[in-house]
């Protein structure tokens, strides 16, 4: 009897201590669950902090569509080219500079009164072969271009594509500026410095300011480096005809002309 009463209580202790550890095994599947829910809430709300830092509606076009990383780098890269492409050939032509009094290459401002000077002495028709010179320049450089902005929106990122989604109207042009101003200033400076040899307004140009910024009168000095002021001018035009570009596909619905950039640009 007493043997059989040991056996029984050792039993219950047996299943007490199995019972417990059942309990304490449930609380620890218990805490882990919750601490799994905690991270994914955690997770959760970054992603919905990102999207709403991105400025992107993950529910437009009445289709509930999202806007993938992928879909905004494509449609920026879209924006990019047809900007690039419809600048380069407004300027990439005859009288696409010389013709268009936004983007016409001038004398600079601190070389006006030499200017004025030289017509009154006779030399009218050299001044204005110098300027058609600058022109022509500026435009026989700027259909070397394209290319170069092709390849600078080919390497673009995601990371890219997110930052300029958020910039402002001419976010694009400036990524592009920052890309390419160095390949371009090497591609346009010897086509602009044969088209000025043309007319020898280099040496002239060279010639003349030279002289003229060694005078005790002059205080605003002339840039006597003409192809790489020419150049610094037809890359302001091509520029200021891809921000132009993207500013009606940020702001016209019918400058969107494919899906992709309908989608895009009609999420902002």
Request: charged share 20%.
């Amino acid at each position: 009897m007493k043997k059989t009463l040991r056996l029984f209580i050792v039993f219950i202790s047996f299943q007490l201590s199995a019972m417990q550890l059942v309990a304490q095994s449930f609380d620890d599947i218990l805490k882990n669950a919750e601490n799994d829910v905690k991270n994914i809430k955690k997770e959760v709300n970054t992603v919905k902090t990102e999207v709403k830092n991105t400025g992107i509606n993950t529910n437009q076009n009445n289709k509930g569509a999202s806007l993938t990383s992928s879909e905004i780098t494509q449609g920026l890269r879209q924006a990019l080219q047809i900007g690039a492409k419809n600048a380069t050939n407004k300027v990439a032509v005859p009288n696409g500079f010389f013709g268009n009094s936004l983007i016409k290459i001038l004398m600079p401002p601190e070389a006006r009164n030499v200017e004025t000077t030289l017509r009154e002495l006779g030399f009218g028709n050299q001044v204005d072969n110098a300027i058609l010179s600058m022109n022509r320049g500026a435009e026989d450089a700027s259909a070397k271009a394209l290319p170069i902005f092709v390849n600078a929106i080919t390497g673009m990122t995601i990371q890219d594509g997110l930052t300029i989604l958020r910039g402002g109207n001419d976010a694009a042009t400036q990524y592009l500026k920052a890309k390419t101003s160095v390949a371009l200033k090497a591609a346009f400076l010897p086509i602009v410095r044969a088209s000025l040899a043309k007319t020898q307004a280099t040496r002239y140009w060279a010639s003349i300011f030279k002289i003229y910024n060694e005078l005790p009168t002059t205080f605003n000095k002339v840039n006597t480096d003409l192809p790489g002021y020419v150049t610094d001018k037809a890359l302001a035009g091509v520029f200021l005809y891809i921000a132009e570009e993207e500013g009606k596909i940020r702001t016209n619905p019918a400058a969107r002309i494919n899906d992709i950039l309908k989608k895009v640009f009609g999420a902002k």
